[in-house]
């Protein structure tokens, strides 16, 4: 599995891990070692690409916030929806461009008022309604 160079509870990688002959770790493109790289980036860690993965999904995410019917109807209409889906109440759908891994915007229509958030893509309609429920 890759390992990455990451600061916890941000949104961006530095860089991706090399291993060189030697054994020692560095990054991918300035070969720096997690010592180097703690000089320019005080709390920098290394770990699998899974975790920082997860977190910066943690990082990007947000609470649902209302917005106008036509803040709705014109992000319907900017971009082809992903995953445009009714039921449970009312509809959602996602858009088509990602802010940064797997986080996209989500937008929803429920009971005649309307919301945005970022969000994990895999989210499910039951899900994102809930998510505005709360």
């Known amino acids: 599995m890759d390992k990455v160079f990451y600061i916890p509870g941000t949104p961006t990688a530095i860089d991706y891990a090399l291993e060189l002959n030697d054994g020692r770790i560095v990054t991918n493109w300035t070969r720096e070692t997690l010592e180097q790289l703690a000089e320019r980036y005080p709390g920098v860690v290394i770990d699998d690409e899974a975790a920082f993965i997860a977190q910066q999904e943690r990082a990007l995410s947000t609470t649902p916030e209302e917005i106008t019917e036509a803040e ?8 082809p929806p992903l995953d445009w889906r009714g039921g449970n109440g009312g509809e959602s759908f996602k858009w088509s461009e990602f802010v940064a891994g797997n986080v996209t915007t989500i937008f929803v229509k429920r009971q005649g008022r309307y919301w945005r958030f970022k969000g994990v893509a895999t989210l499910t309609h039951p899900v994102i309604m809930a998510k505005v429920d709360q």
């Open 72 to 79: 709705y109807y014109a992000a319907l209409f900017i971009l």
